[in-house]
């Protein structure tokens, strides 16, 4: 496999992940809890955004 092949699927994992988290965050009833699972989702669906720009060959993080 390429390393834009890997860097695509570790971008796809990541993206289930944050859909995952954010969905666990939708069902938490504390609400620290609920920003907690929140803010781990955005930052898991950030990382899944530089991994599949890295894997495309861009050399200028996304904004």
Known sequence: MSAAGESGG???QLRQMAQEVDQAAER???PEQRKRLKDKARRLKE?????SSMGGGDIYPPK
Not at 47 to 51: I, K, Y
């Open 10 to 12: 570790r971008a796809q």
């Open 28 to 30: 938490a009833a504390d």
């Open 47 to 51: 990382q899944s955004e530089q991994a």
